[in-house]
């Protein structure tokens, strides 16, 4: 069975840090581009970061260059997302999914980050 | 900052027929944005429906087709089933990222 399972969601303070995990299973993860993508509560639906297969090439919504890191471990199957200097409009559901070929149809349950003092 | 525009509310009748767009701030959607397209329920992660304009997975219904209309990305319903009211999103490829529309709540009545 194809899957993603996120975790390392906690409730945080303002200016802290969490790093968050991505496991797959079911597929040739080495082979994917991998995205962060959030949700806000009750708000849509913003791509975060993306690292592509190799680790090659990395990108990043405006809003978390230089406090958020993404990386990967094929030989362990899992994506990363450091996120240092949180802040409260950081507040969300946090996904990864998968992307083959501009095709993102592998997405995990989601994993809860709350911000908050 | 690419800005994605989407219809924020749409409604249709069981049985017929609705279309929702996808624009983009830089211009005409084009191919090269490879546009894709999510359906995502209360509680629930989103489901991809289609890639790359018009591209449907294995497990989307035929009910639902991806085209290029007037310069932007669109989706159409065509006998809409209840079970298909749902907040709907377009995605697009920009040059070093990705940007999602703001979303289309699709209610069925």
């Known amino acids: 069975e194809v899957q993603l399972v996120e975790s390392g969601g906690d409730l945080v303070k303002p200016g802290g840090s969490l790093r968050l995990s991505c496991a797959a299973s079911g597929f040739s993860f080495s082979s994917y581009t991998m995205n962060w993508v959030r949700q806000a509560p009750g708000k849509g639906l913003e791509w975060v970061s993306f690292i592509t297969s190799s680790s090659d090439y990395i990108y990043y919504i405006d809003s978390v260059k230089g406090r958020f890191t993404i990386s990967r471990d094929n030989a362990k199957n899992s994506l990363y997302l450091q996120m240092n200097s949180l802040r409260a409009e950081d507040t969300a559901i946090y996904y990864c999914?998968?992307?083959?070929?501009?095709?993102?149809?592998?997405w995990g349950k989601g994993t809860t980050v709350t911000v908050s003092s | 900052q690419t800005v994605v525009t989407q219809e924020p509310s749409l409604t249709v009748s069981p049985g017929g027929t609705v279309t929702l767009t996808c624009a983009s701030s830089t211009g005409a959607v084009t191919s090269d944005y490879h546009p894709n397209w999510f359906q995502q329920k209360p509680g629930q992660a989103p489901r991809s429906l289609i890639y790359?304009?018009?591209n449907k997975h294995s497990l989307t219904p035929a009910r639902f087709s991806g085209s290029l209309l007037g310069g932007k990305a669109a989706l159409t319903l065509s006998g809409v089933q209840p079970d298909d009211e749902a907040e709907y999103y377009c995605?697009?490829?920009?040059?070093?990222?990705?940007?999602f529309g703001g979303g289309t709540k699709l209610t069925v009545l």
């Open positions: 790359s304009t018009s």
């Open positions: 995605l697009l490829y920009s040059g070093g990222g990705w940007v």
């Open positions: 999914a998968g992307d083959l070929g501009y095709n993102m149809d592998v």
